[in-house]
Each structure stands twice: as structure tokens, then as C-alpha cells.
């Protein structure tokens, strides 16, 4: 009798086993959701005008030192320079992203990205940050990468409108 127990115990755990595997109860929408809204902590951030000499980053006194014209009358996504992870931007109307970015970070996600022929250099202790690239974004949210994984990717954001926060917010 106790023989015949723990064979239709262990059945019915095989059957269970087979059957969460068939229809995956934890989809990976659940699975993306706990991942960045339990397990992940907040990006702390901050937006302002971007004024040529203004640091680029919240914890370190690098700036840009060569000023392209691209980055004039922009809005720059300030975070700390060695975070990672994502960011979102609700966009209300076309706007233009532009990062700053370094051969030594991982840059396989802007593939579809525009180079700039524009210099720029920000003169960073092990990455330097010297090709701009931007892309036009339409209406809708985009997940943005922070970059790495060396550094983050400096994110500017311009507009032809002189009203510019009221085409966009950002969001963890």
C-alpha cells in the first residue's frame, strides 16, 4: 500500500512537471516584469539643458570638449557613469536621440544608428567617448540602454521645438 503511494505521488508530480512545461504558466512577459520592477533598482537620473562645459555624467566631473553643433539647444539624461540597465522614453513627438559612445563598450545595439562626422571627446580615466551617434525617434516608448559595460553612453536629446520636455518623459 505504501509502495503504491509513492508511485502515484511521484506520477502526479511528473504529470505536473509536464504539464507547466507544455503551457509555461510563467510567460516571459511575468518573468521580464519582476525582473525590472522587483529585482532591478531605479536609475537615478536627472534631465537638463545641456550647456557646452556642463558635466555629463551625476558622479563625475567629465565633460565634453569639443562641442558639435548636434548637441547645441539639447536635453541631457544624466546618470551615473558606470550604471546599466534600461530606460524608457515616451515619445509624444518625433525627437532626435544622440549618444556619445566608446569602441571599448559593448555598441552592437546601434546597428541602425547614424554616425555623426562631427568631433567630440569626453576624456574619461579608461573609456573615452568620442564617436556621436544619433537616431530619429518616432512616436511611441522606446527602450533605451543605459550602454556599458565599461561606462554608460551619454543620451541627449533634441527637438526642433524650444518647448522640448513637452514632447518626451523618461521612466525606469
Not at 34 to 44: D, G, N, V, Y
Not at 53 to 72: A, C, M, V, W
Not at 93 to 117: A, M
Request: net charge positive.
Amino acid at each position: 500500500m505504501r509502495y503504491c503511494k509513492t508511485i502515484t505521488i511521484l506520477f502526479l508530480c511528473f504529470l505536473l512537471g509536464a504539464f507547466s512545461h507544455q503551457y509555461n504558466p510563467l510567460h516571459q512577459k511575468s518573468i521580464e516584469f519582476f525582473k525590472r520592477h522587483i529585482l532591478q533598482k531605479k536609475i537615478k537620473f536627472d534631465l537638463v539643458a545641456y550647456n557646452h562645459g556642463d558635466h555629463i555624467f551625476l558622479d563625475r566631473n567629465y565633460s565634453e570638449s569639443q562641442h558639435p553643433k548636434e548637441l547645441d539647444k539639447t536635453f541631457l539624461v544624466k546618470t551615473n557613469r558606470h550604471a546599466n540597465g534600461t530606460l524608457f522614453i515616451r515619445v509624444m513627438d518625433e525627437i532626435t536621440l544622440h549618444r556619445l559612445i566608446s569602441p571599448k563598450n559593448n555598441n552592437q545595439g546601434y546597428f541602425d544608428w547614424v554616425i555623426s562626422s562631427s568631433e567630440t571627446r569626453v576624456d574619461a580615466v579608461g573609456v573615452d567617448h568620442n564617436l556621436l551617434i544619433s537616431k530619429v525617434l518616432k512616436k511611441g516608448t522606446h527602450r533605451i540602454s543605459l550602454g556599458g559595460p565599461f561606462s554608460a553612453d551619454p543620451i541627449f536629446i533634441s527637438q526642433n521645438d524650444s518647448i522640448l520636455t513637452e514632447h518626451f518623459s523618461i521612466f525606469n
